[in-house]
T-cell receptor
């Protein structure tokens, strides 16, 4: 089955700097890779996702890149702000199949003003 | 909550008591899921259901039970066999084309 590894587990950056979170997956059949942001005590919120037919997707300060050959995908946040502080989860699944979304263990991002 | 509602928001369980967490969705999603989240940890899959009247165990199903009698509803019962039930429980639903939507969660505490 799918296994998703996420690094780092904690990340501290200065406001205005960039943050990068990396994930690897094991199942080459996986074709859908969402990223979720979870604030303390709240539900995970989808912030961006990418499907395997593209290599990069961008939404304002957030971008995700996918390397299918290496089975890596990464979240990039530019010009970080204190409100970006949260736990971020990557996930992977085979969309359209009976597969479940498999999550990484999360990265706690702290943005210092 | 984006079409998926969990209740109650907070729940307290006494030792040896069964409790049921509610999850309802109006998104017409076929699949529904229950995850458990412990402080500072990721999401672990308890049970999932791809279709009405069918469900499968996830990674940590022991001490939990579910039912899926209606497409909209996927209640989770935490039984007395679950020895460490204090956690944040998240319900989710998904469609093949859209992805996952999460409920707002239930925080269960043993008293």
């Amino acid at each position: 089955g799918e296994n998703v590894e996420q690094h780092p587990s904690t990340l501290s950056v200065q406001e205005g700097d960039s943050a990068v979170i990396k994930c690897t997956y094991s199942d080459s059949a996986s074709n859908y890779f969402p990223w979720y942001k979870q604030e303390l005590g709240k539900r995970p919120q989808l912030i961006i996702d990418i499907r395997s037919n593209v290599g990069e997707k961008k939404d304002q300060r957030i971008a995700v890149t996918l390397n299918k050959t290496a089975k890596h995908f990464s979240l990039h946040i530019t010009e970080t702000q204190p409100e970006d502080s949260a736990v971020y989860f990557c996930a992977a699944t085979v969309m359209g199949s009976q597969g479940n979304l498999i999550f990484g263990k999360g990265t706690k991002l702290s943005v210092k003003p | 909550d984006g079409g998926i509602t969990q209740s109650p928001k907070y729940l307290f369980r006494k030792e040896g008591q069964n409790v049921t967490l509610s999850c309802e969705q109006n998104l017409n999603h076929d699949a529904m899921y229950w995850y458990r989240q412990d402080p500072g940890q990721g999401l672990r899959l308890i049970y999932y259901s791809q279709i009405v009247n069918d469900f499968q165990k996830g990674d940590i199903a022991e001490g939990y039970s579910v039912s899926r009698e209606k497409k909209e509803s996927f209640p989770l019962t935490v039984t007395s066999a679950q020895k460490n039930p204090t956690a944040f429980y998240l319900c989710a639903s998904s469609s093949q084309s859209y992805g996952y939507t999460f409920g707002s969660g239930t925080r269960l505490t043993v008293v």
